[in-house]
């Protein structure tokens, strides 16, 4: 991703809008959008109902024409090259529009020959996607029968049928249970390891935290940050290293806590201490404390979250946003397969304060 | 982060510029019909409702074949067998309008517009499926008739226009039904033009010859193009194989095909200039 930065020409971004604007009558739903989501990138789209997401992307994917801005998605513009656009696209929109009459095979089928797919590959292509999405067992069911996840997955497979260039996936987790969004999440992992490049609308904090490597967080149509999770919550402030330490030993601590940042208050009998390096400082603590002959009994991390973010950039909290999600909290911190499994506290939360 | 890559990295990238608008439109017939197959319950209304229709006028109506004006027939059905098709084809092209207006609702619509697909090959698909299950529709209540004592006086070939007939009805009314539902956007919208098409039955002579009629509702029988309809494909029932019965059967519908198709396309290039 840095390789790129600096000399890229609009054409090199998979996806790039510059002043991109979208108003109905009165309401601007989109109003001067600027993106730069870089080859091989998931970029979450974050904001609340109404902030504009959905229409930047029904703008992105020619499904809505902007009002003003320039609008480019795998090299072509999406109002001159619209249909060029649409070849290199796979679009997973809102409410997994679905023909409830039709089974999972048949829809790909007509996916296939509307994308153009040769009639020989289809057979092969359909079983590969059903495969993926664990759909092979129910392909030839109807989708009316289909549970809200599997509808999901099946949305997915056919915004897969012709191997898309630029993946879109707008608020593809809302209403699944945790199960079916964990799956989900996987799947969105494993398409960008595999090269491509996908832009993911939501309003689940910690779904912009598990999947994005950049996010931009949106709010009445207009961009009010954009960049790295990590990068965003630095911003806000230094993470917090909570510590405690048996109450004879309080006051050396704190001697060598205050070299690594500013102290925090704490709850009693623990010490707080802003990392002005930032969690990379931590081994450093940790070896610090350990040659002053500290007994450190407990240690805990506390990032800002991009709940902060969020607050910081907008002015007020994307309600019910941690819960939302429908994950506890411990399992969304380190997720498994997670993109930034860097080391952390001894007790970190995943960036809820605790 | 894997590196990606902005250039089309799959063998499938560009294939949508070998894919053909004529399989697109079939794969969207296919689907069309699809639905009218697997929902008996909008089906069959619209195969009973017109049969249960030419029952009751036929058993009210039978001693009216007898009034000054009225066609020599075998049986009131015989009169009526051209409203009955009209009536079952009205049906299905309301539920084939719903099915498009509810593609929209749900975004099933928005799915197939950010794929390559001919945008016409959408509209003409839907079409296609109407215009099939018209002729199934005119098939089916020839066949049905046939055992209730009407006498297709031309012949199979005569049922094989009546069936082409019923196609093009499908065709040309089915149009109508699209352009409202691309228009709207709203099923409840579509279904709510039936009434009105209904109506538009009796200010023709589906059930009574213009020669019984009188004053205003003459008249309007007289311009209104679905009497000569009826006529032409009346004709083919009652009186027997002729060129101008052939014409009227199928030139009505190409005709009102004519107007309403263009009204879909603009209505489609509405929908998507507003987009």
């Known amino acids: 991703m840095e390789a790129m930065s600096g000399t890229n020409s609009i054409n090199d971004y998979p996806i790039y809008a510059e002043g991109l604007m979208r108003h109905f009558g009165d309401v601007k739903a989109v109003d001067g959008v600027d993106l730069q989501v870089n080859a091989g990138e998931v970029f979450g789209f974050l904001g609340p109902n109404g902030a504009g997401k959905s229409t930047t992307v029904r703008m992105l994917t020619t499904l809505l024409r902007p009002t003003a801005g320039v609008a480019r998605v795998a090299g072509f513009d999406v109002v001159k090259d619209a249909d060029q656009v649409r070849r290199r696209i796979g679009v997973a929109l809102q409410d997994a529009a679905i023909d409830p009459l039709m089974t999972g095979h048949e829809l790909l089928a007509l996916q296939a020959v509307l994308y153009g797919i040769p009639k020989a590959k289809v057979r092969d292509r359909s079983r590969e996607l059903l495969e993926r999405v664990g759909l092979t067992g129910a392909a030839d069911r109807r989708v009316g029968t289909y549970s809200g996840g599997m509808r999901r997955r099946l949305d997915l497979a056919l915004s897969l049928i012709h191997q898309p260039t630029v993946l879109f996936l707008d608020e593809p987790t809302t209403g699944l249970d945790p199960m079916s969004r964990l799956a989900l999440w996987e799947e969105v992992r494993r398409l960008n390891a595999e090269g491509t490049t996908v832009l993911l609308t939501t309003q689940y904090l910690e779904e912009a935290d598990q999947l994005a490597h950049r996010i931009a967080i949106i709010d009445h149509g207009k961009i009010v940050r954009q960049g790295e999770p990590r990068e965003l919550k630095a911003h806000v402030g230094a993470p917090t290293l909570v510590i405690t330490v048996p109450t004879g030993q309080l006051d050396r601590a704190r001697e060598v806590l205050r070299s690594f940042g500013d102290l925090r208050p704490t709850a009693e009998g623990s010490l707080g201490v802003g990392l002005s390096a930032g969690a990379e400082a931590v081994p450093a603590v940790v070896r610090s404390l350990d040659e002053a002959g500290m007994h450190v009994q407990h240690l805990e991390l506390n990032e800002p979250s991009l709940d902060d973010v969020f607050a910081e950039a907008t002015g007020y909290r994307l309600e019910g946003a941690a819960s939302a999600s429908g994950l506890p909290q411990a399992q969304g911190a380190e997720g498994g397969t997670g993109k930034r499994g860097r080391k952390r506290g001894a007790n970190d939360s995943g960036g809820e304060p605790t | ?275």
């Open chain 2, 1 to 275: 982060m894997s590196v990606g890559t902005i250039a089309p990295r799959a063998e499938f990238a560009h294939s949508a510029e070998t894919g053909h608008a004529w399989s697109q439109t079939m794969a969207m017939s296919k689907r069309s019909i699809i639905a009218i197959v697997r929902q008996p319950a909008l089906i069959i209304p619209s195969l009973i409702f017109p049969l249960f229709f030419a029952a009751l006028g036929s058993s009210s109506f039978s001693r009216a074949t007898q009034l000054p004006g009225f066609p020599k027939v075998d049986s009131f059905l015989a009169l009526t067998l051209a409203a009955s098709v009209l009536q079952g084809v009205i049906f299905g092209s309301v539920t084939g309008g719903a099915a498009l207006a509810v593609d929209i609702e749900t975004g099933f619509f928005d799915r197939l517009l950010a794929s390559p697909t001919s945008r016409v090959s959408i509209l003409v698909g839907r079409l296609a499926g109407n215009a099939l299950f018209g002729s199934v529709e005119a098939l089916f209540f020839t066949l049905v008739m046939i055992p209730f004592g009407v006498n297709i006086r031309s012949g199979p070939a005569g049922v094989a226009v009546i069936t082409v007939a019923g196609g093009l009805i499908g065709l040309g009314i089915g149009g109508f039904m699209a352009a409202m539902a691309l228009r709207t956007g709203s099923a409840e919208a579509v279904q709510g033009i039936f009434p009105l098409l209904f109506v538009s039955m009796f200010f023709s002579s589906a059930f009574f010859p213009r020669e019984t009629m009188k004053g205003v509702y003459r008249s309007i029988a007289n311009y209104n193009p679905l009497s000569h309809l009826y006529e032409g494909m009346r004709d083919l029932v009652i009186t027997g194989w002729s060129f101008d019965a052939v014409l009227k059967s199928l030139l009505i519908p190409i005709a009102i095909g004519c107007v309403s198709i263009p009204l879909a396309l603009l209505a489609l290039r509405r929908r998507l200039r507003a987009a």
